[in-house]
């Protein structure tokens, strides 16, 4: 495309491939898409990205390639020159050419500036410290991943907006994290202190430690930091200092080069700096005095940049005051206008304590002027409709506060027909009610997914979805089926993924929470639900959560087999199949003691004591422990074996030690808890003797390596593993294994075996998350053996010692 764009069009050149320079480059092409010829300079190594996202991708909910907003492929098929990871130091106005950090001179005819702001750092002695940084790019969030997976104490420093988001992702990556405020409530721009309270009060109930009226003095630490010492003499342990304290306009490269600046670079309505051939815009640019950091008045200023850049010179920058929402998955919450009242003003305020939900709208002379919603926002939009109309609330008044279900206007439904067709629907990406009316209509579309695709709306943060979907029920009316998804059980209609997404982020930690939060219909639950609820807090809370045993299984509740006659069956765990004569004398001199009355070699490589009585468990564990041996797990949704074949070790055909690497896979992974239960196998060649390619994660050894599979199933179903890639080390394989292994916890729903699941999400799904996202894989990796921490305890020790004794006694009944 681009050797088909002639060398006479004018030289249109953006410094900052960042959002706001981006939207105005799409805008240009909306508009007169031959006029330029474009390059783009970026300081990151990226392409375009959203960077109001990356709360997300902190916490773990998106990837980066989920919030990048133009591929490679889209610069390519614009004839777009991008020039990323070389900053640009030199702007020369005279010659109108830029000159970048690695000495490259591009010249432009037009030049846009769009550099952003830069985060503040307080300047407290330790600042420069190893493990302080701020929360602005995608480095910033990898240095933040990084750190969450080797240590333990986080401190943000900054209670607003990005300072919260960053607390809740470092949460949700397992770290104790602690807030500190300057002033003496969260986000003071944009909460009054009732509503700031409830936030205050979500985000302590997340783990997240909020310590208000807090002065920063220092931060502590030789080689990295240690701690952060207040004012008052406290001292918080920290590993991690995040610094969200604010952003400055990065007008430094403009104001070198001459151009006006003040605290940004100084633009006229048209985004014009002080040099006629050169514009700015987003946080850098300064506006009468006012700059920006939010996106609706920034896309506001791309299009206006835009006509300006194409020959409407008419049109101009009018800033509006857009609403604020704060991106922590499961806080609702908005603030816009002239929330905290004044004179003249009124306030209609709605507490509903139980729910969690505060309105208070802001009415002068007869119209709203300011709202702050909080635990239940999805109005917002027709409030913020209301605030920018200015018209006067009539009879509107005595409802309003209740939405637009109870006013004069009718239903919900009615209400969004009754927005205008300007009216913004989706804040992140400036769409509007008549944009996704239209590409409705004009492209067929039905789903909500194809909205997103088309017109970008609900495509970022998603708290604009049911509006979305509303208005796809409008426009199509009865043809229109919105997607529903099955229950977990009888007891509730939310499916598992909510109820999963629900632990985590309302920070629910027991079954009875779970239960309340999520308006179960049963006062205690069925076995359904009991026992995957008890596994989901499991996961969740690794180091918290107190296993719940009445949820399981009699299996589990017994750690043994229960067969058909009523006795149970023990088997001993042997690592990687492999036994002692120690261990088989124990294990003879068991069957002895105890009568039992058959022994089995599994399909495992273990050995199987079967017809143990109930009550005889405790003593058949404890003379097994004695001689070494924990359980094998033979009954429970967990790890089950390693099956191994004797590799090179005694193989004319093994290429590598598949014992001893079967050996490392169940050393580390033994113990664990799974929707259902997991079998490993390592083959020491392509024979495959260990049946690798039939097992829920299969190893086998070539010449060059290890080849891994996944999803394998040997069972009434059978199904052959998938592929997922070869790699060189020992080291490698476990931790592919760890990362496949805790993906399945953290995503598969309970009683699922990883085939079925792999089938459902899909192998190239599994393979993005494994295999092209490398942070996100040693994350994982991680969170699996944090989890192994509290999970590799032999449970038969355990009842050995006297836990739960009362499940192995004979009950009595009187006659």
Same mark, same amino acid.
């Given at each position: 495309m681009r050797d088909q764009i002639s060398p006479d069009r004018s030289r249109l050149l953006v410094i900052g491939n960042g959002m706001a320079g981006m939207r105005t480059v799409e805008e240009v092409l909306k508009r007169d898409p031959a006029r330029y010829r474009i390059t783009v300079i970026g300081a990151e190594p990226h392409v375009n990205y959203n960077r109001i996202l990356l709360s997300p991708v902190l916490s773990g909910e998106k990837t980066f390639e989920e919030i990048v907003i133009n591929s490679r492929d889209w610069y390519t098929a614009n004839g777009i020159e991008l020039i990323a990871g070389d900053a640009a130091i030199a702007i020369d106005t005279a010659e109108k050419t830029v000159r970048t950090a690695s000495g490259r001179t591009v010249a432009y005819d037009k030049l846009l500036l769009a550099t952003g702001s830069n985060p503040f750092i307080l300047p407290v002695p330790g600042k420069d410290l190893p493990g302080v940084c701020a929360f602005r790019d995608l480095?910033?969030? %990898?240095?933040?991943?990084?750190?969450? =997976?080797?240590?333990?104490?986080? /401190?943000?420093?900054?209670?607003?907006?990005? &300072?919260?988001?960053?607390a809740n992702g470092l949460a949700a990556q397992g770290m104790k994290v602690s807030v500190i405020h300057l002033m003496d409530t969260l986000m003071e721009r944009q909460l009054d202190t009732a509503a700031a309270t409830l936030l205050a009060e979500d985000l302590t109930r997340r783990g997240i430690?909020?310590?208000?009226?807090?002065v920063t003095e220092a931060l502590i630490g030789a080689d990295r930091v240690q701690a952060v010492r207040l004012k008052d003499g406290r001292q918080l342990p920290a590993d991690l200092v995040v610094m969200a304290a604010g952003i400055r306009p990065n007008a430094a490269l403009a104001q070198a080069s001459g151009l006006a600046c003040n605290r940004g670079v100084v633009v006229d309505d048209g985004l014009r700096t002080s040099d006629p051939s050169i514009y700015a815009i987003g946080e850098c640019a300064e506006h009468n005095g006012q700059c920006v950091g939010l996106v609706a008045p920034?896309?506001?200023?791309?299009?206006?940049?835009?006509?300006?850049?194409?020959?409407?010179?008419?049109?101009?920058?009018?800033?509006?005051?857009?609403?604020?929402?704060?991106?922590?998955?499961?806080?609702?919450?908005?603030? /816009?206008? =002239?929330?905290?009242?004044?004179?003249?003003? %009124?306030?209609?305020?709605?507490?509903?304590?139980?729910? &969690?939900?505060?309105?208070?709208?802001?009415?002068?002379?007869?119209?709203?002027?300011?709202?702050?919603?909080?635990?239940?926002?999805?109005?917002?939009?027709?409030?913020?409709?209301?605030?920018?109309?200015a018209a006067p609330l009539g009879d509107l008044r005595d409802t309003f506060v209740f939405g637009p279900g109870l006013t004069a206007s009718g239903s919900a439904d009615q209400g969004l027909a009754d927005l205008p067709d300007e009216t913004e629907i989706c804040g992140c990406n400036g769409v509007c009610k008549g944009t996704i009316l239209t590409a409705i209509a004009d492209k067929g579309l039905t789903t909500l997914e194809e909205v997103k695709t088309h017109t970008k709306a609900a495509a970022s943060c998603g708290s604009c979805s049911s509006k979305v979907e509303g208005l796809l029920a409008l426009a199509l009316g009865g043809d229109y089926q919105a997607k529903t998804v099955e229950g977990m059980c009888g007891c509730t209609d939310h499916p598992h993924e909510t109820v999963r997404l629900a632990i985590k982020e309302r920070n629910l930690k027991s079954i009875p929470e779970v239960m309340r939060a999520l308006d179960w219909r049963t006062p205690g639950g069925c076995a359904s639900c009991r026992p995957a609820l008890n596994f989901y807090l499991l996961c969740a809370w690794p180091g918290e959560y107190q296993d719940d045993s009445r949820s399981r299984f009699i299996n589990e509740r017994a750690h043994a087999n229960i067969q058909k006659d009523g006795t149970f069956s023990v088997i001993p765990r042997m690592w990687g199949g492999v036994t002692t004569a120690q %261990? !088989?004398?124990?294990?003879?001199?068991?069957?002895?003691?105890?009568?039992?009355?058959?022994?089995?070699?599994?399909?495992?490589? $273990?050995?199987?004591?079967?017809?143990?009585?109930?009550?005889?468990?405790?003593?058949?564990?404890?003379?097994?422990? #004695?001689?070494?041996?924990?359980?094998?797990?033979?009954? +429970?949704?967990? !790890?089950?074996?390693?099956?191994?074949?004797?590799?090179?070790?005694?193989? $004319?055909?093994?290429?590598?030690?598949?014992? &001893?690497? +079967?050996?490392?896979? @169940?050393?580390?992974?033994w113990g664990s808890w799974h929707p259902h239960k997991v079998k490993l196998a390592v083959s020491g060649c392509p024979r495959n003797c260990a049946e690798a390619t039939i097992k829920d994660f299969g190893v086998i050894a070539v010449d060059s390596g290890w080849e891994l599979l996944i999803g394998g199933n040997g069972g009434i179903e059978l199904r052959g593993c998938d592929f997922l890639v070869k790699v060189s080390t020992e080291a490698e394989?476990? %931790?592919?294994?760890? #990362?496949?292994? =805790?993906?399945?916890?953290?995503?598969? $729903?309970?009683?699922?075996?990883?085939?079925?699941?792999?089938?459902?999400?899909?192998?190239?799904?599994?393979?993005?998350?494994?295999?092209?996202? @490398?942070?996100? $894989?040693?994350?994982?990796?991680?969170?699996?053996?944090?989890? =192994?921490?509290?999970?590799?305890?032999?449970?038969?020790?355990?009842?050995?010692?006297?836990?739960?004794?009362? @499940?192995?006694?004979?009950?009595?009944? @009187?006659?």
């Open positions: 480095s910033d969030v %990898e240095t933040m991943l990084s750190a969450a =997976q080797r240590y333990s104490h986080a /401190v943000v420093i900054g209670g607003g907006l990005l &300072g919260l988001e960053a430690t909020i310590i208000t009226g807090a920034i896309w506001d200023m791309a299009k206006v940049c835009a006509d300006h850049l194409t020959g409407k010179t008419g049109s101009a920058y009018r800033p509006i005051q857009p609403p604020t929402r704060l991106k922590v998955t499961g806080i609702d919450m908005l603030s /816009v206008g =002239q929330f905290n009242g004044g004179e003249g003003c %009124e306030d209609i305020v709605l507490r509903d304590g139980a729910r &969690g939900v505060y309105k208070r709208l802001v009415v002068k002379d007869d119209k709203l002027v300011g709202a702050v919603l909080y635990g239940d926002a999805k109005d917002g939009g027709w409030y913020v409709d209301l605030l920018e109309k %261990e !088989l004398r124990a294990i003879a001199d068991v069957v002895d003691k105890y009568d039992i009355p058959s022994v089995k070699v599994t399909g495992g490589q $273990r050995l199987d004591l079967l017809g143990v009585k109930k009550e005889d468990l405790p003593a058949v564990w404890a003379d097994l422990n #004695a001689a070494g041996m924990v359980s094998g797990h033979g009954y +429970g949704k967990a !790890l089950r074996t390693v099956k191994t074949c004797v590799g090179s070790e005694w193989c $004319r055909f093994g290429t590598q030690d598949s014992t &001893g690497m +079967g050996i490392k896979l @169940e050393k580390m992974t394989v476990l %931790e592919y294994c760890a #990362a496949f292994l =805790q993906l399945y916890r953290e995503e598969a $729903r309970y009683l699922e075996r990883t085939a079925p699941w792999v089938e459902r999400v899909g192998l190239p799904y599994v393979k993005s998350r494994i295999l092209d996202d @490398e942070a996100g $894989r040693r994350a994982l990796a991680a969170r699996f053996a944090y989890a =192994q921490k509290f999970a590799q305890i032999d449970p038969w020790a355990e009842r050995v010692a006297g836990v739960e004794a009362d @499940e192995f006694k004979p009950m009595l009944v @009187e006659v």
